[in-house]
Antibody
Framework: VQLRESGPGLVKPSQTLSLTCSVSGDSITSGGYWWGWIRQFPGKGLEWMGY???????YYNPSLKSRLIVSRNTSKNEVSLQLDAVTAADTAVYYC??????????????WGQGTLVTVSS | EIVLTQSPATLSLSPGETATLSCRAS??????LIWYRHKPGQAPRLLIYDASNRATDIPARFSGSGSGTDFTLTISSLEPEDFAVYYCQQRAGWPLTFGGGSRLEIK
């Protein structure tokens, strides 16, 4: 499986950050996997943001739940991220990743290379 | 939220030596601890899952141990491609959390 993130590299404060993850080599509607987003801050810390299951169920980090939507386009085999009301603190490299489910829930076995998003006016 | 603390922040070693990296959890996570290797500009790679199980195609020089709150990643006979940043992650509780990373650099 390959995952490739895309989207604007610069977003203004208070605006919405939108990213897309294009998935190849696997279907996002095939059973057994979650598809989601992880970000890495400039200080190198990683934060799990949220993900979407093959059946459309979603799960979010409570710290972001009020601002974050993870969705999918099954016809394009894409997963999307929408983060509202961004601030400079949302500047990070955003990674798309696939996670196992069931007994291995929370285990990320494939990642994209990431895309840098800077929040600045 | 479960906090993971990694040490050391930076480790300087030479190829052929053995690296020992630590990850400590703020509460017991049983064996639900994962290790990743991350090279700049590349996708992070799964190395070890559930404390001690090597992922597919990961060589035997990588080994993991520990349970409860204290975990160790050992890399023997360091090769040039091993010099990178290593992260631990727990999947015992929500939200999923990561350690701050340990940088393994060439001495």
């Amino acid at each position: 499986v390959q995952l490739r993130e895309s989207g604007p590299g610069l977003v203004k404060p208070s605006q919405t950050l939108s990213l897309t993850c294009s998935v190849s080599g696997d279907s996002i509607t095939s059973g057994g996997y979650w598809w989601g987003w992880i970000r890495q801050f400039p200080g190198k810390g990683l934060e799990w943001m949220g993900y979407i299951y093959f059946n459309g169920d979603t799960y979010y980090n409570p710290s972001l739940k009020s601002r974050l939507i993870v969705s999918r386009n099954t016809s394009k085999n894409e997963v999307s991220l929408q983060l509202d009301a961004v601030t400079a603190a949302d500047t990070a490299v955003y990674y798309c990743a696939r996670a196992l489910s069931g007994s291995y829930s929370g285990l990320f076995d494939s990642w994209g290379q990431g895309t840098l998003v800077t929040v600045s006016s | 939220e479960i906090v993971l603390t990694q040490s050391p922040a930076t480790l300087s070693l030479s190829p052929g030596e053995t690296a020992t990296l630590s990850c400590r959890a703020s509460q017991s996570i049983s064996n639900l601890l994962i290790w990743y290797r991350h090279k700049p500009g590349q996708a992070p790679r799964l190395l070890i899952y559930d404390a001690s199980n090597r992922a597919t195609d990961i060589p035997a020089r990588f080994s993991g141990s520990g349970s409860g709150t204290d975990f160790t990643l050992t890399i023997s006979s360091l090769e040039p491609e091993d010099f990178a940043v290593y992260y631990c992650q727990q999947r015992a509780g929500w939200p999923l959390t990561f350690g701050g990373g340990s940088r393994l650099e060439i001495k």
